[in-house]
């Protein structure tokens, strides 16, 4: 829904339903976000931020049936699409995920293919006047960066699939753009990370002289042209977990001149002092199906973990005082969760940022992990629940 002021579009991941096919996306589709509307917009059009897995964008790319049967539905529901996610390729619920998640990653011709044919669904599907976002993964896994032929290629990668949101442009009048998600343990991780990448590889007279033979267009517009369809999703979770602060981040990249195409409301685990008792409490979020990035402040140094086990091994051989922050999404308006608290703070911060500067037209919130949440956190069913998410970040814009 628009938000007035400036403050762009707001609406919630349709990640946390049921969507690893298109026939899954469609059931949760038509049954849960029109109720959500009803609470949230029921007078006025309602943005929706759909989840396509690669076979949902190739069924819907290739079947003009299909995607006339969403518009359809769009329409009659007052409803609006402008955003994609577009991160997970493959299954994302009710199996194991972990650092598959990222995979197949931005050197791949399958990442390429998958992102263009969500952007020819896009370009079909939203209503005139809007630029719908294309979220994607954070160019590949930390770990597997095995050298700068891999960054090369990820810029390659990237270049091609900005040279096809060009040609729609010029083709259907939409501009199309695609948005890069930082995320802890990926090679775009931190904010400086992030902006020395586009500095030293995309924004670049290199992949602009690029970029204009891909797309055959002048340099001169090439580069205007990257800007305009290449940015970034700045999730406020995964940059609390590392320990940033969130304004002066956000700052980067205005300065940096990168386009934060979404702002992602998401909330962390946050653990101020690890003690024992702790450890035990956490031991209920570690069995799950999607990593648990944790970083340790401990005496002023950050130490990584890829999943909470790790970090209770290294408690285990070291115990003493520390902080923990957890890549583990919770309810973005609870600021305890019991035993621990969460980095609501940093939404609060992001979201004054933005009510004073408007930094995006598009906001989401992205809690997809209600299906492992423990039950003491839920409140209500999964409509109550994103309804409650929604009134709680309009509201901090609204105050």
């Known amino acids: ?25 469609w059931a949760s589709l038509v049954t849960y976000v029109p109720k959500v509307k009803a609470r949230v917009a029921p007078k006025v059009p309602f943005g929706v931020s759909l989840r396509l897995s690669a076979k949902s ?76 976002s294309i979220q994607s993964a954070p160019l590949g896994f930390k770990p597997r960066v095995t050298g700068a032929d891999v960054v090369a290629s990820y810029t390659q990668h990237v270049l091609r699939v900005a040279a096809h949101l060009v040609a729609l442009e010029a083709r259907t009048g939409r501009t199309v753009t695609l948005a890069l998600e930082p995320e802890p343990f990926c090679f775009l991780e931190t904010t400086d990370e992030t902006v020395a990448y586009f500095r030293d590889h995309l924004y670049t007279g290199t992949s602009a002289a690029a970029l204009a033979k891909l797309a055959g267009i002048p340099i001169s517009e090439a580069h205007g042209a990257l800007r305009r369809h290449v940015g970034v999703v700045f999730d406020i979770c995964h940059q609390a977990v590392v320990y940033e602060n969130i304004a002066e981040s956000l700052q980067k990249l205005v300065d940096a001149e990168i386009p934060i195409f979404k702002l992602q409301e998401a909330a962390a685990m946050r653990v101020p002092e690890v003690t024992q008792k702790i450890v035990d409490a956490l031991a209920r979020y570690a069995k799950t199906i999607y990593l648990t990035q944790t970083v340790q402040k401990k005496d002023g140094k950050l130490t990584r973990f890829l999943n909470l086990e790790d970090a209770f091994e290294a408690w285990k051989k070291d115990p003493g005082p520390r902080e923990w922050r957890t890549h583990f999404h919770v309810p973005v308006f609870l600021d305890s969760l019991g ?53 709680w970040v309009r509201g901090q814009l609204a105050s």
Do not use: C
Not at 79 to 100: D, I, S
Not at 116 to 122: K, Q, Y
Not at 368 to 389: A, M
């Open 339 to 391: 035993e621990f608290g969460t980095t609501r703070f940093a939404i609060e911060e992001a979201l004054k940022f933005h009510k004073a500067r408007p930094l995006s037209r598009q906001l989401e919130i992205e809690t997809y992990t209600w299906d492992v949440l423990p039950d003491h956190l839920k409140t209500g069913d999964i409509v109550d629940y994103v309804t409650r998410e929604i009134e």
């Open 57 to 132: 964008a190739e069924v819907l790319a290739s079947t003009p049936s299909e995607r006339d049967k969403l518009k359809t539905f769009l329409a009659d529901n007052d409803m609006y699409l402008y955003t994609v996610n577009a991160f997970p390729y493959g299954p994302f619920k009710n199996q194991v995920v972990k650092e598959q998640v990222y995979e197949p990653d931005w050197r791949s011709e399958e990442r390429t293919r998958y992102t263009s044919n969500v952007a020819d669904v896009l370009a079909d599907v939203v209503p005139q006047g809007v630029s719908p």
């Open 1 to 25: 829904m628009e938000l007035g002021s400036g403050l762009g579009h707001l609406t919630y991941s349709t990640l946390v339903h049921p969507g690893d096919t298109w026939e899954e996306m």
